[in-house]
């Protein structure tokens, strides 16, 4: 299967600071990226769809100004936490859509761990 | 609205066993469906997706089915090993521009 890769895998930053994450789709390109966040126990919240060359569309209750997203290239999407606080702490996922053939089937990154102290 | 439900919520079985996880949707007009596995701390891995005009999709002891009409895709799992251990989600793909709706997972624990 497709590969997507994330970097960092975890990071530990101070309250305050910004911190980006990048998510790369390997072996295929990708026009459609999406970021999840995930609390202990809890399910995948999505939290924005990226599209290449064009604005991310958030979902209700994200604030744009604070995760930033940026797909400039049909292989990496990255996620800027901007001003981030210990309640940003969380589980960040990326994944990407592979819309060659038709099956728009997704692959996930192994994830981000975010501590915020 | 689109809305995916799995049970069980958890399942403990031994070593051994064949089992059946369980996903429904309430509406049948999909585009398809994926089956994940996810580790505890770690990213979600792709098991099998199903097209809205295929029945069923094999992969070594996995084994999932989809009945758009009755809103339902089963995984079957062959002679469950320890390793399988991990919460299953599914997810249902409404439209090939749209973004997956997710279940809340079933934890599944394989005992030795």
């Known amino acids: 299967g497709a590969v997507v890769s994330q970097h960092p895998s975890w990071v530990i930053c101070k309250s305050g600071t910004s911190v980006k994450i990048e998510c790369r789709s390997l072996?295929?390109?990708?026009?459609?990226m999406f970021w999840y966040r995930q609390f202990p126990k809890q399910s995948l919240m999505l939290m924005a769809t990226?599209?290449?060359?064009?604005?991310?569309?958030?979902e209700q209750g994200v604030e744009k100004d604070k995760f930033l997203i940026n797909h400039a290239s049909l292989t990496l999407s990255t996620l800027t936490v901007t001003s981030a606080h210990p309640e940003d702490s969380s589980f960040y996922i990326c994944?990407?859509?592979?819309?060659?053939?038709?099956?728009?089937?997704?692959?996930f990154g192994p994830g981000t761990r975010l501590t915020v102290t | 609205k689109q809305e995916v439900t799995q049970i069980p919520a958890a399942l403990s079985v031994p070593e051994g066993e064949n089992l059946v996880l369980n996903c429904s949707f309430t509406?049948?007009?999909?585009?398809?469906l994926q089956w994940f596995r996810q580790d505890p701390g770690k990213g979600l891995t792709s098991l099998l997706l199903?097209?809205?005009s295929q029945r069923e999709q094999t992969s070594g002891r996995l084994n999932a089915s989809l009945d758009k009409s009755s809103g339902r895709s089963t995984l079957y799992i062959a002679a469950s090993q320890p390793g399988d251990s991990a919460t299953y989600l599914c997810?249902?793909?409404?439209?090939?521009?749209?973004?997956?709706?997710w279940g809340a997972g079933t934890k599944l624990i394989i005992k030795p």
């Open positions: 994944s990407a859509r592979d819309t060659q053939g038709g099956s728009y089937e997704q692959y």
């Open positions: 072996d295929f390109q990708a026009t459609t």
């Open positions: 990226s599209n290449e060359g064009s604005k991310a569309t958030y």
């Open positions: 509406d049948s007009a999909i585009y398809n």
């Open positions: 199903i097209q809205s």
């Open positions: 997810a249902v793909n409404p439209d090939s521009n749209y973004q997956l709706i």
